[in-house]
Structure formats: C-alpha cells, structure tokens
C-alpha cells in the first residue's frame, strides 16, 4: 500500500507539473490540456481513496490495541482474584470431595 501511495504521489507531482507547462505553452488544444487535467482528478481522488483506507486502517488497529490491552488486564485481573481467593484450589477441593462421596456411597 506505501508503495501504491508513494507511486501515485509521484504521478500527481508529475501531472502537475505537466499541467503547468502545457499550459504556458502555445498552440497546445484545450483537449490536450483536459486529458491531463482529468488524469490529475483521478489520480488525486485515488490518493484520497487510499488515504481514507489508511484512516480506517489505523482506527482498526487502534481498536485492536485497545482491546488487546484490556483483554491483558482482564486476565491479569482474573490471575489475582484467584491468587487472592484461591478459587481453582477450592474448586480441586470440592471436585475431589465429591468424588470421595461417590466412591462411599457407592460402597
């Protein structure tokens, strides 16, 4: 994509330039000078197209982080509330209490 852009900038420095000389040159038709015109309007509005893409791909990524982060602290969160809690440990604990009763009760 930074090579597409980079390649259309060049194009537009290049047309503009075209442009302006077509311009101060005499005897050149209107027609001429119209094509030249319009290939600027496309390539302008193709460097606008890719510039909104570039917009819409860093609003993606910074959503992205943004959730990623809170993700990392969501675990990090749910790592200290177990720690402080011992929750897997009580819930080992009752798993292995209720295995004992089904083997005493099936004895």
């Known amino acids: 994509l930074d090579a597409k852009y980079e390649l259309l900038n060049k194009a537009k420095t290049s047309l503009e330039s075209s442009l302006e000389k ?3 040159t005499e005897g050149v038709d209107s027609e001429t000078i119209q094509k030249v015109e319009d290939a600027l309007a496309n390539t302008t509005a193709k460097i606008k197209v890719i510039n909104d893409e570039y917009d819409l791909v860093g609003a993606g990524v910074t959503a992205l982080g943004v959730v990623g982060d809170l993700v990392e ?3 990090k969160q ?21 295995v004992e009763k089904a083997k005493n009760a099936s004895n």
């Open 22 to 24: 077509l311009k101060k």
């Open 78 to 98: 749910a790592g200290a509330i177990n720690e402080e809690y011992k929750l897997t440990d009580k819930a080992l604990d009752a798993i292995k209490a209720a």
């Open 73 to 75: 602290r969501a675990v």
